[in-house]
């Protein structure tokens, strides 16, 4: 429990709701730790209101007779009702949104992987207001995190020291099933660790269409992160693959891919700096690839010069097996 709690901790994570027997004496510096007797949120067998407390009341879904039991009884005053569904997962919850969305009662459901959580957060568009995520699992953790919005980059301005032409390669275009807005994008570069902001097709011009749910990414051999935390190759991408899109302040969603598009292209060697890092990427010698400075404009790899800043995610070096970061193992990219 003490490395669970630690291990959270690292993750952003401020709240913790634990059984009491797993406490004793346990220390930690997340902000609080819940348990039953100090929760706000009570589950009654009853509806029944508690002074001072949120009470709610936990339902199994299995028919309409119990949807429409589980609003009879909210309309009682409930405060929330905690949902579990069984095999008809979607159908079931999105009726439950419908009906009680106007009773201004608050739905948690149980969901048991990362996966879960995904689908209950955007059925109907509206979503559930709370999950109950089972999982022992941090890695489980982590993901559901990243889908959530609450994974964060902290990109910096990475300084322009060389533009090279280097002739034709095969490029990839990830076409996204998300529509992206202004100041997203993804993470790519030649090495795990030096990651470029590159931004969506979104904004068009007199000669091209705007094709928002695009990223012409770059090379083939370049990185991207999954959300997972692991990086694919450029090349890897393929319809249903999931990828990070990341805005320009280092906020990450998930999106997922519809179709990557691998063309013979001329290419830009791009290096720059941030800090004692030095990374590359190497993209598509086009006006309509373009990387965002650190006040959130856009700039073309054509019109970029040496000195310029633009916005990248750097860190050490660390070794990757099969994508797959290996903190010990000694490696130098170049």
């Not at 949902?83 to 608050?106: G, Y």
């Not at 902001?197 to 094709?211: A, I």
Request: charged share 25%; proline share 3%; aromatic share 6%.
């Amino acid at each position: 429990m003490t490395k669970f709690l630690s291990e959270i901790e690292k993750e952003g994570i401020k709240i913790a709701n634990v059984d009491p027997s797993q406490l004793r004496g346990l220390k930690t510096r997340l902000a609080t730790i819940y348990t039953s007797p100090s929760a706000d949120y009570v589950i009654s067998e009853k509806a029944a209101r508690i002074k001072g407390r949120k009470t709610g009341m936990r339902f199994q879904v299995l028919s309409n007779d119990d949807i429409d039991r589980i609003l009879q009884i909210s309309k009682g005053g409930l405060d929330f009702v905690v949902v579990e569904v069984k095999d008809w997962k979607i159908i079931p919850l999105e009726n439950i949104i419908a009906k009680l969305h106007k009773v201004h009662t608050r739905i948690f459901a149980i969901a048991n992987s990362p996966e879960e959580v995904r689908k209950m957060f955007s059925i109907l568009e509206i979503g559930v207001d709370g999950v109950i995520f089972s999982t022992g699992s941090l890695a489980e953790v982590r993901e559901a995190l990243v889908y959530l919005g609450t994974k964060n980059f902290d990109l910096k301005p990475a300084k322009i020291l060389e533009i090279k032409e280097v002739g034709n390669g095969e490029r990839v275009c990830v076409d996204t099933a998300s529509m992206l807005g202004r100041g997203e994008g993804m993470l790519i570069g030649s090495r795990s660790n030096f990651l470029f902001l590159v931004h969506n097709e979104s904004v068009g011009s007199s000669f091209t269409s705007p094709r928002p749910f695009r990223v012409n990414a770059g090379a083939v051999h370049c990185y991207t992160l999954s959300p997972d935390g692991t990086t694919k190759y450029l090349s890897e991408l393929e319809t249903g693959s999931e990828v990070l899109v990341t805005d320009s302040h280092g906020r990450a969603r998930r999106a997922t891919v519809g179709r990557s598009k691998i063309e013979s292209r001329p290419m830009l060697m791009i290096k720059a700096q941030v800090g004692d890092e030095v990374g590359g990427i190497i993209a598509q010698n086009a006006e309509t690839i373009r990387f965002v400075r650190p006040n959130g404009h856009l700039i073309s790899v054509t019109h970029l010069k040496k000195g310029d800043l633009v916005l990248a995610y750097a860190k050490p070096a660390t070794g990757r097996h099969f994508g797959m970061e290996v903190d010990d193992e000694y490696i130098v990219e170049k």
